[in-house]
């Protein structure tokens, strides 16, 4: 006999644990799907929110709506499950050149709130800073290691450790079944996986391999986040994450000697302090062509829905997006137009 649930969440990443966790809040049935041993973009990502970006320094999408929204969301969970999910730490801008300086000068003044003058004594012990340095406030660290794993343990009465696979799930006129269980909506919340769905496989999908390393620098505060032509993340442990890269094309999902050499060749330009490298992270994010997230149900089906897509930006856009797709599904408020997958209609209109 058929276990019934009102939702089936396939992926308990950085959007599914926050899909888990509002479906909690709101007293309705869910089972989550997960396999743990599947690779994860989210547990290799830096986990900063940073409400500026790019070489010129322009704020970044919705962040008026979504930085707010996301920092009380990380809050209120960090207080629920009694661990450090959230820490506020500002970037501190090492200029790695004079034109991105001026870019820095010229946002400064031209309404972007979020940039501020500083010239501290002590970055210049630890950095050169032969183009000076800023900072950039209302940024955030988001311990996600630790979001998943309470996250996991929070929503324990609601996970199933297994592997979705599509062979498993039959729809029916007003919901779905897979395996045992029988659900009103199944939302693909899993990352890569959702390009091999056939519902899903014609979204403009773009993944992209990055990688990172963990490194302990001898002597260096953990209370900013350090940015220059790569950024210096506080970790855990009093080590750090530094990286990123961005390779669209890409020949495996190994971590290449290519990269490690280049960060570490960077860390010698920059900094002054010595450091050793005790991890090489490595991870495939289910970016997309317009570096907007997929969020909505099908056109054709609608007891399937997805909320993927994130890309760099993941733990500003993954509270505000699942709990915009869970509001819109009971109570039918819009899905910002932007996210919504109705942009795709016309490539989704056929299995």
């Keep these: 006999m ?65 930085l707010p929204f996301a920092v009380n969301a990380y809050q209120n969970f960090q207080e629920e499950v009694a661990a450090a999910i959230i820490k506020k730490a500002s970037v501190a801008l090492i200029h790695p050149s004079i034109q991105m300086k001026e870019s820095f000068d010229y946002r400064l003044n031209h309404e972007n709130v979020y940039l501020k003058k500083n010239e501290s004594p002590a970055w210049k012990s630890f950095f050169h800073t032969m183009h000076g340095t800023g900072e950039i406030d209302d940024c955030y660290w988001i311990d996600l290691i630790q979001f998943l794993k309470t996250g996991r343990k929070k929503l324990q009465a609601h996970y199933i450790e297994d592997q979705f696979e599509e062979k498993d799930l039959t729809l029916n006129a007003n919901s779905v079944q897979w395996k045992n269980i029988e659900a009103e909506k199944i939302i693909f919340c899993d990352g890569l996986e959702s390009m091999g769905h056939s519902y899903f496989k014609a979204l403009p999908f773009a993944p992209n391999k990055g990688e990172a390393l963990i490194v302990a620098i001898e002597g260096l505060p953990a209370e900013n986040i350090y940015k220059s032509n790569i950024a210096i993340v506080p970790w855990k442990d009093k080590l750090f994450w530094v990286g990123s890269s961005f390779e669209w094309q890409y020949q495996d999902r190994e971590p290449s000697l290519a990269f490690k050499e280049k960060m570490m060749a960077a860390l010698d330009s920059l900094l002054k302090l010595p450091y050793h490298v005790v991890d090489h992270l490595v991870g495939i994010r289910p970016a997309n062509t317009e570096r907007r997230p997929f969020v909505g149900l099908h056109p054709l089906y609608k007891q399937i829905g997805i909320c993927n897509g994130m890309g760099t930006k993941g733990c500003s856009l993954a509270p505000y997006f699942a709990w915009q797709l869970i509001e819109h599904i009971e109570k039918g408020i819009e899905i910002n137009p932007e996210a919504n997958i109705e942009r795709f209609a016309h490539l989704l209109g056929k299995k």
Excluded: C, D
Excluded at 5 to 27: F, P
Excluded at 37 to 65: C, H, L, Y
């Design 2 to 66: 058929s276990e019934k649930v009102k939702y089936l969440i396939v992926g308990q990443g950085l959007v599914g644990t926050w899909m888990g966790h509002y479906l909690q809040e709101k007293k309705l049935s869910f089972k989550i799907i997960n396999n743990s041993a599947m690779p994860s973009a989210t547990k290799v990502a830096s986990g900063v929110m940073n409400p500026v970006t790019g070489r010129r320094i322009v704020q970044t999408w919705m962040i008026e709506t979504v």
